[in-house]
T-cell receptor, first 113, second 112 residues
Framework: DTGVSQDPRHKITKRGQNVTFRCDPISEHNRLYWYRQTLGQGPEFLTYFQNEAQLEKSRLLSDRFSAERPKGSFSTLEIQRTEQGDSAMYLC???????????FGQGTRLTVV | TQLLEQSPQFLSIQEGENLTVYCNSS?????LQWYRQEPGEGPVLLVT?????EVKKLKRLTFQFGDARKDSSLHITAAQPGDTGLYLCAGDQDQAGTALIFGKGTTLSVSS
């Protein structure tokens, strides 16, 4: 399977705990995006990497959120001191940069209890 | 303020009916993408439209990009239960790699 891969698919955590999600983009895609999607909404942009450089961050990305893409391949999204409002589907997408299309992974469903 | 407005928000039809969903904006987009998403899964890309007035067909699905590149429509002919899902439009404003802007989506339910 050469698509975008996300891990884990589901995560249940207690409020106040830290969580980390991983995204493996399509091979050779230099652009990687993180989105968040809540029920009844379309995906909302969080942050964007070109290779290892984080080029854009949404104001939705509070100080408790941090993302990395250390070698320009896989990326991690960490949420510290989780809150119930963080419960959502976290989606990763990658793009080759030769066109506007972005290809999404299956997402990580986070539930904060 | 939602940059991309999709309508209707919900649509429930019988198998065999035709339908059209709309994606509208006051902003110009370099391109628009349509995605289909099933519950618990990520969005799957259906099509990209780039040129104003462009029409693309994907089997029973017809996509159109408005002449002014501010709106798009998706028409499904003879809908089938397998068409059920959330249809999302997403716009790209500058093709510089910045993120796609999504509408809230149209939830389509096709019953047999």
């Amino acid at each position: 399977d050469t698509g975008v891969s996300q891990d884990p698919r589901h995560k249940i955590t207690k409020r106040g705990q830290n969580v980390t999600f991983r995204c493996d983009p399509i091979s050779e895609h230099n652009r990687l995006y993180w989105y968040r999607q809540t029920l009844g909404q379309g995906p909302e942009f969080l942050t964007y990497f070109q290779n290892e450089a984080q080029l854009e961050k949404s104001r939705l990305l509070s100080d408790r959120f941090s993302a990395e893409r250390p070698k320009g391949s896989f990326s991690t999204l960490e949420i510290q001191r989780t809150e119930q409002g963080d419960s959502a589907m976290y989606l990763c997408a990658s793009s080759s940069g030769t066109g506007p299309e972005a290809f999404f992974g299956q997402g990580t469903r986070l539930t904060v209890v | 303020t939602q940059l991309l407005e999709q309508s209707p928000q919900f649509l429930s039809i019988q198998e065999g009916e035709n339908l059209t969903v709309y994606c509208n904006s006051s902003s110009v987009f370099s391109s628009l993408q349509w995605y289909r998403q099933e519950p618990g899964e990520g969005p799957v890309l259906l099509v990209t439209v780039v040129t104003g007035g462009e029409v693309k067909k994907l089997k029973r699905l017809t996509f159109q990009f408005g002449d002014a590149r501010k709106d798009s429509s998706l028409h499904i002919t003879a809908a089938q239960p397998g068409d059920t899902g959330l249809y999302l439009c997403a716009g790209d404003q500058d093709q510089a790699g910045t993120a796609l802007i999504f509408g809230k989506g149209t939830t389509l339910s096709v019953s047999s």
